[in-house]
Structures are given as structure tokens and as C-alpha cells.
């Protein structure tokens, strides 16, 4: 059983920058991979990005690239997520996520656990 708890969000002009952490509970943190999703209003949750087990392999959605950083502390059971160059079309509920299982990492169900998600709004 894996706890997630989302922190970071907040309000930050068009163009500053945020980091979001997500602390984990439970000795097997380091086993997951995780990831970051959000969800807009009246939007579906989609993804944003992924990282493996060891922190050595990462991967982003196309909107993010480039802007965005997946990172992992495995002594500090903790992911980060830090977001430079924000847009208003950035502003969701982020959530973290840790699963088990292997597939495509994009696809939600994939995910076992997720955390109770952190806001993020990005004025223009």
C-alpha cells in the first residue's frame, strides 16, 4: 500500500515557476515508477510526465516538454515536479501517481495509487 500526498500548488503569473512534491508513504517507494497528471475544469485528467524506478529514465507529454522536470528522491520517499515557463493553459489540479504495473505510462488506469491532487493556477 502506497499513501501520496501532493504540495506546491499555488498561484503564479504567466511565465514564473512552481515545484510540486509528492511524498509517499510505505518502504517500497523506490519500486514504482511514478507519475504527474493534471486536470483541468471540464477537462479529462491527462498526463503530464513519468520517471522509472531509479530516476534514470523519464518521459513528457509534448505540451510540457521542455518546460518541465521529473525528478525523484528515493531516500526522501519523494517526486518533484518542477514547472518553469508556466502558462495559463497550465492551470489544473495536479496529481501524482505510482504504479506497479508495466505498459504504456501515459494511460491512467495503469496507475494503482494517486494522491488527492494540488492546484495549480497560472495567471495571464
Known amino acids: 500500500q502506497v499513501q501520496l500526498v501532493e504540495s506546491g500548488g499555488g498561484l503564479v503569473q504567466a511565465g514564473g515557476s512552481l515545484r510540486l512534491s509528492c511524498a509517499a508513504s510505505g518502504r517500497t517507494f523506490s519500486r514504482y515508477p511514478m507519475g504527474w497528471f493534471r486536470q483541468a475544469p471540464g477537462k479529462e485528467r491527462e498526463f503530464v510526465a513519468t520517471i522509472n524506478w531509479s530516476g534514470g529514465s523519464t518521459y513528457y507529454a509534448d505540451s510540457v516538454k521542455g518546460r518541465f522536470t521529473i525528478s525523484r528522491d528515493n531516500a526522501k520517499n519523494t517526486v518533484y515536479l518542477q514547472m518553469n515557463s508556466l502558462k495559463p493553459e497550465d492551470t489544473a489540479v495536479y496529481y501524482c501517481?505510482?504504479?506497479?504495473?508495466?505498459?504504456?505510462?501515459?494511460?491512467?488506469?495503469?496507475?494503482?495509487?494517486w494522491g488527492q491532487g494540488t492546484q495549480v493556477t497560472v495567471s495571464s
Open positions: 501517481a505510482a504504479r506497479l504495473r508495466l505498459g504504456d505510462p501515459m494511460k491512467l488506469d495503469l496507475y494503482d495509487y
